[in-house]
């Protein structure tokens, strides 16, 4: 059964750094692309980053370019999404999801292009 658990979500004050995690189990991470997704109240799920099931190809959107990481370490079954410089407007539950299948230079960005989703962690930025 894939299952994925996210973690490292919590307060932290504008400008401040967090680290999530996705850890999966149930399944091996080289063969499954991972997505972080966010929704913050009232607004739609947005695609933050992503990266490929081979080459570790990535994909940022413009809203976290520059300051978000992803990064996978298959050793550990988990893909890490570091975040710097966090501004009010990254306040949202971050969710990891994934899609298998072997890809080359691509990774989902909308939620319908995944497969399974982890329950998600809250951040939230706040002075």
């Known amino acids: 059964q894939v299952q994925f658990v996210e973690s490292g979500g919590g307060l932290v004050q504008p400008g401040g750094s967090l680290r999530l995690s996705c850890a999966a189990s149930g399944f091996t991470l080289d063969t499954y692309t991972i997505t972080w997704f966010r929704q913050a109240p009232g607004k739609e799920r947005e695609g933050v980053s992503c990266?490929?099931?081979?080459?570790?190809?990535?994909y940022y959107a413009d809203s976290v370019e520059g300051r978000f990481t992803i990064s996978r370490d298959n050793t550990e079954n988990t893909v890490y999404l570091e975040m710097s410089s966090l501004k009010p407007e990254d306040t949202a539950v971050y969710f990891c999801?994934?899609?298998?299948?072997?890809?080359?230079?691509?990774?989902?960005?909308?939620?319908?292009?995944?497969?399974?989703w982890g329950k998600g962690t809250l951040v939230t930025v706040s002075a």
């Open positions: 990266i490929s099931s081979t080459d570790g190809s990535t």
């Open positions: 999801a994934a899609r298998g299948g072997i890809y080359y230079g691509w990774c989902p960005t909308h939620d319908y292009d995944v497969d399974y």
